[in-house]
C-alpha cells in the first residue's frame, strides 16, 4: 500500500518516551513532522531514529508550532495531530479517499477521549469534534491556552477518529489542569476581569451539576463522579488564579 500524500505536523515538547510509539502508528503517512520546542529529554534524536523530520520553534505557542510545520510540509494536505494523540485506521483510509477530490479546505474530525484507560462517552469529552485536516495555506492563530485554526469557508466533517489519551496519570492530570488554569486566569486578567464570588462559586458548582446530572456522568459510577469533580476543580482553580493576580496587582499599587 503507498503512503498516504499528507504530511503529520506534531509540536512536541520533552516527549522521548511517547515520539516513537506515535511516529510507529502513522507510518500510513507520506511525511511526519516533529516541531520541537526546546526539548532536552531526548526527543529529536527519538524521532529522528523513529523516521521522522524534526524541525525547530523553540519559544513559540502550539499555533507557531502548527504554521512552522504546514511551512516546512512536502504536502498540500496538513493532518495536525499531539504526541497524545492517534488517527485510527478509519481516519488514515478515509483521509487517502477524500484529498484527492476534497470539496472543503479543512475538515472536523471526531476524537475519542480516554481518561486512566476509558473511554468517555458522555458529556463534553463524549461530542469532542476538532478541525485537524486542512490544506496548508490555512493559519493557526493563538490565545494564551489554545489555538484556533482560521477557516474562512465552510468545515467538512470525517467519520474517521483520532483516539486520545491526554493524561498518563492523576498526577499528570493535576499538573496539566493547574498550567491550563494558570493561562486561562493570565488571558482572562489580560482582558480586565476580575474573580467575583459568583465566579468562585457558581461557575464550578454549574460545571460540576452540569457534567454529572445533566450530561449524565452519574451514569458511569465512581468514574463519572471523579470526572466531574476534577471538571469542578479546574473551574475554580481558574478563578483562584485570576484571584491571585488580581490581589497581585493590589499589592504592587500600595506605597
Known sequence: MSPVPVSIV???RNEAERITTFVAMHRWADEI?????????????????????VIDCAGGTIADARNAGADAAAHPWIL???????????????????IGNAAHDAYR??????????????????????????????????TQVHEVLEARTPIGDLTGTIS??????????????????????????RGG????????????TWRFLKAYLINGSILDG??????????????????????????QRSKSRQP
Open 164 to 189: 486520545h489519551e491526554p493524561y498518563r496519570d492523576l498526577t499528570h492530570h493535576f499538573d496539566k489542569m493547574n498550567r491550563y488554569a494558570m493561562w486561562g486566569a493570565i488571558e482572562l486578567h
Open 193 to 204: 476581569r476580575r474573580a467575583s464570588v459568583g465566579d468562585l462559586l457558581v461557575r464550578p
Open 109 to 142: 474530525i471526531r476524537r475519542r477521549n480516554f481518561y486512566l484507560g476509558r473511554e468517555q462517552v458522555r458529556g463534553q469529552w463524549g461530542r469532542d469534534r476538532v478541525t485537524r485536516l486542512y490544506r496548508s495555506h490555512l493559519r493557526w492563530s493563538a
Open 80 to 98: 495536525a495531530l499531539d504526541a497524545d494523540e492517534v488517527a485510527e485506521a478509519s481516519l488514515a483510509g478515509e483521509i487517502g479517499e477524500i
Open 33 to 53: 513532522i516533529v516541531v520541537d520546542n526546546g526539548s532536552d529529554d531526548g526527543t529529536r534524536a527519538a524521532a529522528t531514529a523513529a523516521g521522522a523530520r
Open 10 to 12: 506534531v509540536p512536541v
Open 222 to 247: 465512581r468514574f463519572g463522579l471523579v470526572t466531574s469533580l476534577l471538571g469542578a476543580q479546574t473551574a475554580f482553580m481558574k478563578y483562584a488564579h485570576l484571584w491571585a493576580l488580581d490581589r
